[in-house]
């Protein structure tokens, strides 16, 4: 059996689905976002293809494929899921329809199609990167607002404004991050427009579940419990079984398979986002694709065997084998999520600057219920926080009775932690470099 994945390059969430799929004796093959004209650079024989050329990466894949069937198709991250609806659609895999996968995408587009189908939706309207923020400054009452990109993910760009001259200056660093060198790589026109909306509060939940041929099941609800306000909306600690009540769970889950509905997704991974407040659930986000970067550690499952579930009968898999099973046409319902709570701290970064070294890793790792801390930073890289940056330091993983302990383990291990960072030279300004995992 076959797999398909496209991803941006054979990072670390590559690796761990190459590691799942080795124990299920799967073939993966890769398609990523590289020059055809280099011979094999990273020595994985993937398909090389270029993400902002969305129908002659679909034609390349499909030829590659010829006379070696693909048995299924997953994207990893925001920017290839187009290109997966599009191969599985010529190739008559289970899978989303091409503008479904569009629309989740663009954040214009999404908030578009929830308002119109009588969703709970923020005002918004969107403008153009080359508009002057005093021309289209909302009015005194609108405010606080957010200042975001509408295709960027893992909140960069996202600013919050709370009068007139916040949100000018907020509105010319967004334009700036837009102009960047990098993001101008990627040759997607949906960076040359902002979006302005209405900051919804309340607290933040996000959704991991898989849509099996229209159906939604839920794989898991994480909470936020640190408060995500602004001005920036760095996402740190991720919680599951959530704390919410039973009620507000319910109606996370409905909105976000009316979501999913509205949209016109049909098949595959789903990373939800939303807030919760008096007025009902706002979907902030429906993703065609799995949580992102590492974070799908934190997530454990319990195969079933028949339609019993026994700590002897069944076997804990991992997110990435959940979904190479569903790939190949298992159904979700198969599998739930491990009794243990669990969790993830994507670890901050503190300052802009240059990375040296982290002591205290070892004392992280011995707090009561810390499975592993992984730094992924790596030395001497440039260091760039949010709203610019997309990176995270790395990861802390544990897993504990309650969530509440789960949550206490987490912090006391980031406690434990010291980051050496350098202020950056003149001259790495010029030639900057930054590190993305791909993050969710």
Not at 14 to 39: H, M, N, P, Q
Request: aromatic share 6%.
């Amino acid at each position: 059996m076959r797999v398909l994945i496209l991803a941006t390059t054979t990072g670390y969430q590559t690796r761990s689905f190459g590691e799942a799929a080795e124990r299920l004796g799967i073939e993966l093959v890769f398609a990523t976002d590289r020059c055809d004209k280099i011979d094999d650079p990273w020595r994985d024989q993937a398909i090389p293809i270029r993400f902002f050329d969305e129908a002659g990466s679909v034609s390349a894949i499909v030829d590659a494929s010829n006379g070696k069937p693909l048995d299924g198709v997953l994207a990893l991250g925001d920017r290839p899921t187009v290109i997966a609806a599009g191969v599985a659609q010529a190739l008559g895999l289970p899978g989303n329809p091409p503008e479904a996968a569009a629309l989740a995408r663009n954040k214009q587009l999404l908030r578009v199609r929830l308002r119109d189908s009588g969703l709970p939706a923020p005002w918004f309207f969107a403008t153009s990167i080359s508009h002057q923020p005093s021309a289209i400054s909302p009015q005194p009452s609108s405010y606080p607002c957010v200042i975001k990109p509408v295709a960027l993910s893992g909140s960069r760009g996202v600013i919050r404004a709370d009068d007139a001259s916040t949100f000018q200056a907020a509105f010319e660093r967004v334009r700036a991050l837009l102009q960047s060198i990098e993001i101008r790589a990627e040759r997607n026109d949906a960076n040359e427009t902002i979006l302005v909306e209405e900051f919804v509060s309340g607290r933040e939940y996000a959704v991991e579940a898989v849509l099996h041929h229209g159906v939604l099941q839920l794989l898991a609800m994480f909470d936020k419990p640190d408060p995500l306000d602004g001005p920036f909306f760095e996402e740190t600690i991720y919680v599951t079984p959530s704390r919410a009540s039973t009620e507000t769970q319910d109606a996370i889950v409905g909105a976000i398979a009316g979501a999913v509905r509205a949209i016109g997704l049909e098949h595959g991974p789903i990373h939800a986002e939303c807030r919760v407040n008096e007025r009902g659930v706002f979907v902030l986000e429906v993703a065609a694709r799995p949580i992102g970067g590492l974070c799908a550690r934190s997530l454990r499952f319990r195969s079933a065997d028949g339609d019993r579930l026994s700590a002897v009968s069944s076997r804990i898999i991992s997110l990435e084998e959940l979904l190479l099973r569903h790939a190949l046409g298992e159904e979700p319902t198969k599998y739930e999520r491990e009794a243990l709570a669990s969790g993830v701290m994507m670890i901050p970064i503190p300052r802009r600057g240059v990375f040296r070294g982290v002591d205290g890793i070892d004392a992280a790792r011995a707090v009561a219920g810390v499975d592993d801390v992984r730094v992924t930073a790596k030395a001497d890289q440039l260091l760039v926080p949010l709203p610019e940056g997309a990176s995270y330091l790395g990861f802390i993983f544990a897993h504990d009775d309650t969530p509440a302990g789960v949550e206490r383990a987490l912090r006391a291990a980031h406690a434990r932690l010291t980051f050496a960072i350098d202020p950056e030279l003149p001259v790495l300004m010029a030639a900057q470099t930054r590190y993305n995992p791909d993050y969710g």
